[in-house]
């Protein structure tokens, strides 16, 4: 999958972050998704571009893009963790979720590297990886329709999130964004690590359970 080309705005907000964080905060206090909407906006290609670099730092197998949208999905389920200190501190915030996220996805596998002797059969002169406008226009299109189909799917996490108890959204928040150990994470909510484990695997289990009975199909009204 081919990556978006990174505009002059984006190393913009990379290099001041102030702009990043106001979004944040803008988000944090309103919740709206056309702030979460403006806050993607304006941050995911220099999140993008540090995921990147991160996947081929880790020799990770996993699309960066798909990694983003794991990202983005932290940042709107816990945006209460987000403290605005200074400039940067949304870069530095994100950057720490998007390490967590690729770390995990680190441990399910590395990338596959060919094999000595099929290196030997591969072309001197491969071919041109540019895309044609054609493809071009395809991805933007299709990275579009990503964003929005997310969009509902994070309304819809949110949306079961608050049917979870506190400790249930403060398991998660602990195992999840914080990277902590189910250890830590027991240590600080003072309860048992077998029973730590348990919490969070509920709390999940009745995320997916929510999510899906509002994505299933309505089932037509008697008209008798």
């Keep these: 999958m081919l990556l978006p080309t990174l ?17 944040m905060v803008r988000f944090r206090e309103r919740r709206g998704p ?16 540090w995921i990147s670099s991160q996947v081929r730092l880790r020799g990770i197998a996993e699309d960066p893009a798909d990694l983003l949208q794991d990202t983005f999905v932290n940042i709107y389920r816990y945006p209460k963790g987000f403290r605005d200190e200074r400039a940067s501190s ?4 994100s950057r ?6 690729c770390r995990r996805a680190a441990t399910r596998g590395l990338r596959p590297r060919p094999l000595a002797a099929d290196t030997a059969r591969i072309e001197q002169d491969p071919p041109d990886p540019r895309a044609g406008p054609g493809e071009d226009a395809s991805t933007a299109e299709e990275a579009a329709s990503l ?20 400790r249930e959204q403060a398991a998660l928040e602990l195992v999840e964004v914080d990277d902590r150990t189910y250890a ?3 240590r600080i909510l003072r309860v048992g690590r077998s029973n730590m484990k348990m919490i969070v695997f509920r709390a999940r289990k009745r995320i997916r359970a929510e999510i899906g009975r509002r994505l299933a199909p309505q089932a037509p009204a008697d008209s008798n």
């Design 147 to 166: 964003a929005q189909a997310w969009m509902i799917l994070l309304a819809l996490y949110a949306s079961a999130l608050r049917t979870l108890s506190p």
């Design 34 to 49: 056309e702030e979460f909407q403006a806050l993607y906006d304006g941050t995911s290609a220099g999140l993008l571009a």
């Design 96 to 101: 720490r979720i998007a390490t967590n996220v």
């Design 184 to 186: 830590d994470a027991a």
């Design 7 to 23: 505009s002059p705005a984006a190393f913009h907000l990379e290099d001041s972050g102030g702009e990043e964080t106001a979004l």
């Design 90 to 93: 949304f870069r530095v915030w």
